[in-house]
T-cell receptor, first 113, second 115 residues
Framework: DQQVKQNSPSLSVQEGRISILNCDYT??????FLWYKKYPAEGPTFLIS?????DKNEDGRFTVFLNKSAKHLSLHIVPSQPGDSAVYFC????????????FGGGTRLMVKP | EAGVAQSPRYKIIEKRQSVAFWCNPI?????LYWYQQILGQGPKLLIQ????????DSQLPKDRFSAERLKGVDSTLKIQPAKLEDSAVYLC?????????????FGEGSRLTVL
């Protein structure tokens, strides 16, 4: 049972445009959500997070939106840059489950110059 | 601050052989995780340590996988005997004690190919 799903395996956008990566979850106990970025041959690195008490968190070009009723979150990158080309993983944790992360399958973002 | 160190980076073995991976977490990080990432999938938690005690190993195939964290610092993950489906990247991660936000710091991973 996949509790965190990223339904788009890949996404291609033009440099300067907005990239929108989506993530859905099924476990209503999840109360913290994170996005990780992964370059080839490297480990994932933390990008941005959001608590379930918020519906938006912004950090520079990156904004994460959370829709609890729809159990959906999205990551917006504006403007997209070629260096943003990577695999993006959505992850979720539940405070009452030891804060262990459950990851989605990832979305490969390609930003074309 | 030095990151999470893992070795070896790459390992190729035949099925039924054994393999061991080593991880050195960020200094001062009490919590250590081993994840398995199969190609095209997200990382899956195998085991979580808090200091040298196991917090969760519910997804660790205990008939063939074992892990230990002696003295609450370094950790080793062993597979014996390996199966073809164990081909994956094994990621070690660490976090500060009480890191309730779930933010983990990952190593570069150890890529295992089982032939």
């Amino acid at each position: 049972d996949q509790q965190v799903k990223q339904n788009s395996p890949s996404l291609s956008v033009q440099e300067g445009r907005i990239s929108i990566l989506n993530c859905d979850y099924t476990n209503s106990m999840f109360d913290y959500f994170l996005w990780y970025k992964k370059y080839p041959a490297e480990g994932p690195t933390f990008l941005i997070s959001i608590s379930s008490i918020k519906d938006k968190n912004e950090d520079g070009r990156f904004t994460v939106f959370l829709n609890k009723s729809a159990k959906h979150l999205s990551l917006h990158i504006v403007p997209s840059q070629p260096g943003d080309s990577a695999v993006y993983f959505c992850a979720a944790s539940a405070h009452n489950a030891g804060n262990m992360l459950t990851f989605g399958g990832g979305t490969r973002l390609m930003v074309k110059p | 601050e030095a990151g999470v160190a893992q070795s070896p980076r790459y390992k190729i073995i035949e099925k039924r052989q054994s393999v061991a991976f080593w991880c050195n977490p960020i200094s001062g990080h009490a919590t250590l995780y081993w994840y398995q990432q199969i190609l095209g999938q997200g990382p899956k938690l195998l085991i979580q340590f808090q200091n040298n005690g196991v917090v969760d190993d519910s997804q660790l195939p205990k008939d063939r996988f074992s892990a230990e964290r002696l003295k609450g610092v370094d950790s080793t993950l062993k597979i014996q005997p390996a199966k073809l489906e164990d081909s994956a990247v094994y990621l070690c991660a660490s976090s500060r004690q009480g890191a309730g936000t779930g933010e983990l710091f990952f190593g570069e991973g150890s890529r295992l190919t089982v032939l």
